[in-house]
């Protein structure tokens, strides 16, 4: 399969099947425990990709970004295939851009018992998306936090000014998947997209204009390396664009910690 076709509205890319990409991609499994990639919300209409995440443990789930109201129906849909949305216990908000959480209000509609994690910073702009039930909220302090799912303890880790101020990662130690939001975002052309990352140093292409203008600096981008640095990471998983897997994980993190962005290049955005 080359570069981007069009078959009954659905996009396909390399690497991934027209079935995969309507009913999700298990990412990882075992016998009590999913992780698995919703989609490809995508629709060659301007909009910026968005990937959706879900973990399935027990009989408990969380989502993870589940986007905006164009890909609320594909994305219910889609989880209604791994789990019941009673199931659901948590929607996970990396933060607080509108193809992350612009959805709200339907999500929280269709899944009774679920709670909204989000950064403490965002509590008061979530009403904004149309839900206004805070008791249904748990904010997450800026350190981060562990929950808990039926056999599972996933960690959020700080990812501050990457590129949002109140933002964060989740890392799941089961599977050894770090959800990184809009951090390792790419950005590629219709005529080459592909699923997983191969060819690392031609895929820095499609991710540097988007980290060098969107995340603070190069000092902050070290602080989150050192953190997920400590973890175990066989899969990076982004918010847009192409997962990284394997030796990609290391080449990722090395090339991140190294690039000049935000207000290293401030003289540049202004053309000073």
Same mark, same amino acid.
């Not at 018992?113 to 998306?129: E, T, Y």
């Not at 204009?209 to 990471?233: A, C, T």
């Not at 990609?248 to 935000?262: D, I």
């Given at each position: 399969?080359?570069?981007?076709? @069009? !078959? ?35 629709? !060659? ?6 990937? @959706? ?30 789990? $019941? ?10 933060? @607080?851009? $509108? ?58 880790? $700080? ?24 951090? #390792? ?53 982004? @918010? ?5 897997? #394997? ?26």
């Amino acid at each position: 399969m080359n570069g981007l076709q @069009q !078959k009954g509205g659905v996009v396909d890319m390399r690497g991934i099947s027209k079935d995969e990409m309507e009913k999700g991609k298990v990412l990882y499994s075992d016998k009590d425990h999913k992780f698995i990639w919703l989609g490809w919300s995508y629709k !060659k209409s301007g909009e910026f990709q968005a990937n @959706q995440f879900l973990i399935v443990d027990g009989d408990e789930g969380v989502l993870l970004d589940p986007g905006g109201v164009h890909v609320f129906p594909h994305v219910i849909t889609t989880v209604s295939r791994y789990i $019941p949305l009673d199931k659901i216990k948590y929607l996970f908000y990396s933060h @607080q851009d $509108p193809d992350v959480s612009s959805g709200i209000g339907l999500f929280m509609n269709v899944c009774p018992n679920v709670k909204i994690l989000i950064s403490r910073l965002w509590l008061r702009f979530v009403p904004h998306f149309g839900f206004t039930d805070v008791n249904r909220i748990e904010t997450i302090p800026d350190k981060g936090m562990d929950f808990n799912l039926s056999r599972t303890t996933l960690k959020i880790i $700080p990812a501050h000014f990457l590129h949002s101020e109140g933002n964060f990662s989740l890392y799941d130690p089961r599977a050894k998947i770090l959800f990184s939001g809009d951090i #390792g975002a790419s950005v590629m052309p219709d005529e080459d997209l592909y699923f997983e990352v191969e060819n690392f140093e031609k895929h820095t292409r499609y991710m540097e204009w988007f980290h060098r203008r969107y995340m603070k600096g190069n000092d902050v981008l070290r602080k989150w390396v050192s953190i997920v640095r400590r973890f175990e990471i066989n899969i990076i998983a982004p @918010q847009h664009g192409a997962i990284m897997s #394997g030796e990609n994980v290391k080449k990722f993190l090395n090339w991140l910690e190294n690039l000049r962005c935000g207000g290293d290049i401030i003289d540049e955005i202004y053309g000073t």
